[in-house]
């Protein structure tokens, strides 16, 4: 025989029934976008992340009139205060800002004044101290510290902490509904494809049909060149969004490395989820593209017949 | 053994002028297993109508049809399609695909019973030498004359061993020799134990390979026997 006829994986002759040399130009366009989505959420999370660990790790108490006794001959308030952080467990490195430090912090609002010690109003002292994980809750150690110098607050930056938790969960939420609309456009772009497909070849599928061939010998064929069409796209916009994503990590990392040789390394910059993306989105779409052109040719052959 | 009890059948034509056409009306009758049939009547009596339900393209719109011992009625798409393969049928316009070569067309049945390329390949060769297309094995169905689609036609119907072979107009495009030819493979066919049902117009045929007729006109049974 001169010519070779029908390969194996293509008994039914449908092989070229989806030459749609576009869908995995659009398919590569959608994984680009859920890459930078999923860039996103993530480098969302390493920021607050390492913003909640600083925050989290310092606890302000400030002691209103410090330096009046505790009781009559005892020690200052803000001393018993600081004794008391100490013997404290979780927390470590209390430490009792001076008046100078005061004077720098307050400078912004106050003005000239608070640092020639000229103000009018009492200053608290103000005590900064680590916090570990068996630290006591803000809400625990305030009053604890109140009953030794009445009026003594605790700030363990929980209020922020909450908020940037908030932000991080709002926008992890964005990234997910992007990339569910990511995926189902590229679901919709696989569906009239293959929609396409089936038209062109509707004489040949009922012919086929009327041969005997099963639901599932045809929905193959084509969730079969889907999937491939569409694995060929998630590859590209996999690869296509990797320097973009290097990049992205590179100006992120400035947020959290101070050391410049830190920042530059950009290989370690790419959180390994990231080189992931290629292998990643080439079997989500794989995925999405069997998926789609089974249930398209499925609903479609019920309709034919 | 195929029976048709009380079969009717109208096509519902939405919305065109003059309505619903009923094509077929109370049609009863028995075939037993490796029976043979002439299907004859007049243009438009209702023959390829009658084929299509048997070949499971229609549904009757009343009555009930047992095929090859199954409740067409009965059967679910898998079910459907698994009788379909045991059922040879060639078309009145052929139905070949058009991107295909005549041998990849006849080769279509076996693979989709998942026949072994090897097997395949004997096997179309074989039967497409046996119908005189040797020669024609890489030809596309337009590189192919009306006489030569037809046989490919029924070498597609035949090559899986169909335990039912349903033909419409067969000879149509051939001449008196092929004819017969044709006669031949379907009559060993036949013999081997393949009920067969063949329409046609040539009563010339039917006189020079007597066997009972079912008759129709108008869409009615005139004639069985
Ligand atoms: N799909 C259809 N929709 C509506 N009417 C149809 C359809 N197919 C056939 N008919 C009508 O049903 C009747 C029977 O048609 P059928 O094709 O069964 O005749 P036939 O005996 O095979 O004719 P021929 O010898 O010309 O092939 C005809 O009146 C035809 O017009
Ligand atoms: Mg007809």
């Given at each position: 025989?001169?010519?070779?006829?029908?390969?194996?994986?293509?008994?039914?002759?449908?092989r070229?029934?989806?030459?749609d040399?576009l869908?995995?130009?659009?398919?590569?366009?959608?994984?680009?976008?859920?890459?930078?989505?999923?860039?996103?959420?993530?480098?969302?999370?390493?920021?607050?992340?390492?913003?909640?660990?600083?925050?989290?790790?310092?606890?302000?108490?400030?002691?209103?009139?410090?330096?009046?006794?505790?009781?009559?001959?005892?020690?200052?308030?803000?001393?018993?205060?600081?004794?008391?952080?100490?013997?404290?467990?979780?927390?470590?490195?209390?430490?009792?800002?001076?008046?100078?430090?005061?004077?720098?912090?307050?400078?912004?609002?106050?003005?000239?004044?608070?640092?020639?010690?000229?103000?009018?109003?009492?200053l608290?002292?103000?005590?900064?101290?680590?916090?570990?994980?068996?630290?006591?809750?803000?809400?625990?150690?305030?009053?604890?510290?109140?009953?030794?110098?009445?009026?003594?607050?605790?700030?363990?930056?929980?209020?922020?902490?909450?908020r940037?938790?908030?932000?991080?969960?709002?926008?992890?939420?964005?990234?997910?509904?992007?990339?569910?609309?990511?995926?189902?456009?590229?679901?919709?772009?696989v569906?009239?494809?293959?929609?396409?497909?089936?038209?062109?070849?509707?004489?040949?599928?009922?012919?086929?049909?009327?041969?005997?061939?099963?639901?599932?010998?045809?929905?193959?064929?084509?969730?079969?060149?889907a999937?491939?069409?569409?694995?060929?796209?998630?590859l590209?916009?996999?690869?296509?969004?990797?320097?973009?994503?290097?990049?992205?990590?590179?100006?992120?990392?400035?947020?959290?490395?101070?050391?410049?040789?830190?920042?530059?390394?950009?290989?370690?910059?790419?959180?390994?989820?990231?080189?992931?993306?290629?292998?990643?989105?080439?079997?989500?779409?794989?995925?999405?593209?069997?998926?789609?052109?089974?249930?398209?040719?499925?609903?479609?052959?019920?309709?034919?017949? | 053994?195929?029976?048709?009890?009380?079969?009717?059948?109208?096509?519902?034509?939405?919305?065109?002028?003059?309505?619903?056409?009923?094509?077929?009306?109370?049609?009863?009758?028995?075939?037993?297993?490796?029976?043979?049939r002439?299907?004859?009547?007049?243009?438009?009596?209702?023959?390829?109508?009658?084929?299509?339900?048997?070949?499971?393209?229609?549904?009757?719109?009343?009555?009930?049809?047992?095929?090859?011992?199954?409740?067409?009625?009965?059967?679910?798409?898998?079910?459907?399609?698994?009788?379909?393969?045991?059922?040879?049928?060639?078309?009145?316009?052929?139905?070949?695909?058009?991107h295909?070569?005549?041998?990849?067309?006849?080769?279509?049945?076996?693979?989709?019973?998942?026949?072994?390329?090897?097997?395949?390949?004997?096997?179309?060769?074989?039967?497409?030498?046996?119908?005189?297309?040797?020669?024609?094995?890489?030809?596309?169905?337009?590189?192919?004359?009306?006489?030569?689609?037809?046989?490919?036609?029924?070498?597609?119907?035949?090559?899986?061993?169909?335990?039912?072979?349903?033909?419409?107009?067969?000879?149509?495009?051939?001449?008196?020799?092929?004819?017969?030819?044709?006669?031949?493979?379907?009559?060993?066919?036949?013999?081997?134990?393949?009920?067969i049902?063949?329409?046609?117009?040539?009563?010339?045929?039917?006189a020079?390979?007597?066997?009972?007729?079912?008759?129709?006109?108008?869409?009615?049974?005139?004639r069985?026997?």
């Amino acid at each position: 025989m001169a010519k070779p006829h029908a390969s194996r994986a293509d008994r039914i002759g449908l092989r070229a029934a989806m030459a749609d040399r576009l869908l995995p130009f659009m398919v590569a366009a959608m994984s680009f976008l859920a890459a930078l989505a999923l860039a996103g959420s993530i480098a969302a999370g390493a920021l607050a992340s390492h913003w909640l660990s600083g925050a989290q790790g310092l606890m302000t108490v400030e002691v209103p009139t410090p330096s009046q006794p505790v009781t009559a001959n005892g020690p200052l308030r803000q001393d018993a205060v600081l004794t008391l952080l100490q013997a404290t467990k979780g927390l470590s490195d209390a430490h009792l800002l001076s008046g100078a430090e005061l004077a720098t912090l307050l400078k912004p609002w106050l003005g000239a004044a608070a640092a020639d010690g000229t103000l009018p109003i009492a200053l608290p002292a103000v005590i900064v101290v680590k916090a570990d994980a068996r630290a006591p809750d803000a809400a625990v150690l305030g009053p604890k510290l109140a009953s030794v110098a009445p009026g003594t607050i605790v700030d363990s930056g929980a209020r922020w902490a909450d908020r940037l938790a908030a932000l991080t969960t709002s926008l992890r939420a964005s990234a997910a509904a992007v990339l569910v609309i990511v995926a189902l456009v590229a679901a919709s772009v696989v569906a009239v494809a293959v929609r396409a497909g089936l038209s062109q070849r509707r004489e040949a599928i009922e012919i086929i049909h009327g041969l005997g061939a099963l639901d599932s010998d045809i929905a193959n064929q084509f969730a079969l060149r889907a999937m491939r069409l569409a694995a060929t796209g998630g590859l590209l916009g996999g690869v296509v969004a990797l320097p973009v994503l290097a990049w992205l990590a590179l100006l992120s990392s400035s947020f959290v490395a101070s050391a410049p040789a830190e920042r530059l390394d950009l290989v370690t910059a790419l959180p390994p989820l990231l080189w992931g993306a290629p292998v990643m989105f080439t079997l989500a779409t794989a995925l999405i593209g069997w998926l789609a052109a089974q249930i398209t040719v499925r609903g479609w052959l019920k309709r034919l017949a | 053994m195929i029976r048709f009890t009380h079969v009717g059948l109208t096509y519902h034509r939405a919305g065109a002028a003059g309505g619903d056409a009923v094509a077929l009306d109370d049609i009863d009758f028995d075939i037993p297993d490796g029976g043979f049939r002439w299907l004859t009547g007049p243009s438009g009596a209702g023959k390829t109508s009658l084929l299509k339900l048997m070949y499971l393209a229609a549904r009757p719109s009343s009555g009930r049809i047992d095929l090859l011992d199954t409740d067409t009625l009965r059967l679910d798409r898998r079910g459907t399609a698994l009788l379909r393969r045991r059922i040879g049928v060639v078309y009145q316009d052929f139905r070949l695909l058009r991107h295909l070569s005549a041998y990849d067309n006849v080769a279509l049945p076996l693979r989709l019973a998942r026949r072994k390329e090897v097997q395949v390949r004997a096997d179309v060769t074989e039967l497409l030498r046996w119908v005189g297309l040797a020669g024609r094995l890489d030809h596309r169905p337009e590189e192919l004359s009306g006489g030569e689609q037809q046989r490919v036609a029924i070498a597609r119907a035949v090559i899986a061993r169909p335990s039912l072979l349903l033909a419409d107009e067969p000879t149509g495009n051939l001449d008196d020799d092929q004819a017969e030819r044709l006669m031949h493979l379907i009559r060993s066919l036949n013999r081997m134990g393949t009920t067969i049902i063949v329409a046609t117009h040539n009563m010339g045929l039917v006189a020079r390979h007597p066997a009972p007729v079912l008759e129709l006109v108008d869409g009615r049974l005139v004639r069985h026997g």
